[in-house]
């Protein structure tokens, strides 16, 4: 229970300094844009737990601070199947074309296992994630990477969880 709440603690934190220092880094010309940054990739592990599209943005015209993200992965092997579709807020630190990215999120769940004709299982469920890792989005459009410590949790666990992400950033 001590680890999610270091977690928490350490993401209230940064945002905290952003907070503080958000006068100065407002004033750097390379983060202000004439549209809100965007991003399609596809993720591997990460808050999807499969392999998921998903798409990113910033809410307000900058390349950096606050944004969302929304996807939708699938795998099915066996009989078996899981969907997932993970929903967050993040937040990028830095500028240029690499940053920090710090979030937070939930990722839906919905598991089918339909091996025996008998015995056939289905559900569905929701974890909570965070995300801590290197975001390359470059200064116009084009090639984008993600990559980072993900963890999950819910149920009763705390599930140490990596992720990565190719995409296209315009």
């Known amino acids: 229970m001590k680890r999610p709440l270091l977690v928490s603690a350490t993401i209230a934190l940064i945002f905290l300094g952003e907070a503080v220092f958000a006068q100065q880094s407002r004033l750097k ?6 549209k809100r940054a965007q991003t399609v990739y596809v993720e591997m592990l990460g808050p999807g737990l499969t392999i998921s599209g998903n798409y990113d ?11 969302g993200r929304i996807g939708i992965g699938y795998i099915a092997a066996d009989g ?20 920090f ?17 008998y015995l056939s299982a289905e559900g569905d469920g929701v974890l909570g994630n965070f995300t801590f890792g290197y975001r390359l989005q470059p200064v ?11 963890p999950l ?5 705390f599930i140490p969880w990596l992720g990565f992400s190719f995409g296209y950033a315009f």
């Not at 010309?29 to 004439?34: A, F, V, Y």
């Not at 943005?57 to 944004?67: A, H, V």
């Open 80 to 99: 078996s199947s899981i969907t997932t579709i993970p929903v967050g807020i993040n937040y990028l630190l830095g500028n240029g074309k690499n940053f």
């Open 140 to 150: 116009d459009s084009g090639f984008s990477f993600r990559g980072g410590f993900s």
């Open 101 to 117: 990215e710090v979030g937070a999120g939930a990722t839906y769940l919905n598991f089918s296992d339909d091996q025996d004709e």
């Open 57 to 67: 943005t910033r809410f307000s015209k900058r390349r950096d601070g606050l944004g």
């Open 29 to 34: 010309p390379d983060t202000l844009i004439s």
């Open 153 to 157: 949790f819910g149920y009763g666990s």
